[in-house]
């Protein structure tokens, strides 16, 4: 399974980062990310990275996101600065063996493997 951690409460222009832990071998998907939902919404991308090292991010989350994983390919990790009270959701990090980056980001609903998600609040 996965585990997300970094959430919180910030105010807006506040940074946080997100890490999500689980087994190696989930990690080596081809492709793991971050999602969010927030309330009276549907789960969307906000950032992937695939097997090649390719990533796509939500156009609303450009620039001021960032996805990354450690060497080994143990974490996967989303540092947000300058973060916006639409922001506000549950993020999710998923895996699964999917491909390229772009199809991934925009299809939550292929990942079968999930974290239980991390809260974060901007006001």
């Known amino acids: 399974p996965l585990v997300e951690f970094g959430g919180g409460s910030v105010q807006a222009g506040g940074n946080l980062t997100l890490s999500c832990a689980g087994p190696e071998y989930t990690f080596r998907s081809d492709c793991v990310g971050w999602f969010r939902q927030a309330p009276g919404k549907q789960r969307e991308g906000v950032a992937v990275?695939?097997?090649?090292?390719?990533?796509a991010y939500a156009n609303s989350v450009k620039g001021r996101f960032t996805i990354s994983q450690d060497n080994g390919k143990k974490s996967l990790y989303l540092k947000m600065v300058s973060l916006k009270p639409e922001d506000t959701g549950i993020y999710y990090c998923?895996?699964?063996?999917?491909?390229?980056?772009?199809?991934?980001?925009?299809?939550?609903?292929?990942?079968?493997?999930w974290g239980q998600g991390t809260q974060v609040t901007v006001s």
């Open positions: 998923a895996a699964d063996q999917l491909y390229p980056a772009d199809y991934c980001l925009r299809s939550p609903d292929e990942f079968r493997n």
């Open positions: 990275i695939d097997s090649r090292g390719r990533m």
